[in-house]
């Protein structure tokens, strides 16, 4: 069984910066990816970033150049650093683990980010 927590939401300010984390636990396959995705009310659940196990990583063009998103594979962790924030960046942040061989798919309970203008 595999179990992701995230932590790290919050409200900030536009222009402000906040960073999330994510703590995967369990049977978790070397070889995988983890990421973040959001969803705001109303709109669907949209990716952010991604980064595999080796460092490669994807990026929305939304947040590219504003979001950086890093892994420790020791701690089996991933961080979402969000500098510059929009009150579009507003959403739900879910965190995701996934299996590159088996193609299993995880998902964290999501964590709140809201922006004030």
């Known amino acids: 069984q595999v179990q992701l927590v995230e932590s790290g939401g919050g409200l900030v300010q536009a222009g402000g910066s906040l960073r999330l984390s994510c703590a995967a636990s369990?049977?978790?396959?070397?070889?995988?990816?983890m990421g973040w995705y959001r969803q705001a009310p109303g709109k669907q659940r949209e990716l952010v970033a991604t980064?595999?196990?080796?460092?490669?990583?994807n990026y929305a063009d939304s947040v590219k150049g504003r979001f950086t998103i890093s892994r420790d594979n020791a701690k089996n962790t991933v961080y979402l650093q969000m500098n510059s924030v929009k009150p579009e960046d507003t959403a739900v942040y879910y965190c995701t683990l996934r299996f590159i061989v088996s193609g299993g798919v995880y998902w964290g309970q999501g964590t709140q980010v809201t922006v004030s203008s």
């Open positions: 980064i595999t196990n080796r460092g490669s990583t």
């Open positions: 369990g049977s978790i396959a070397s070889i995988n990816a």
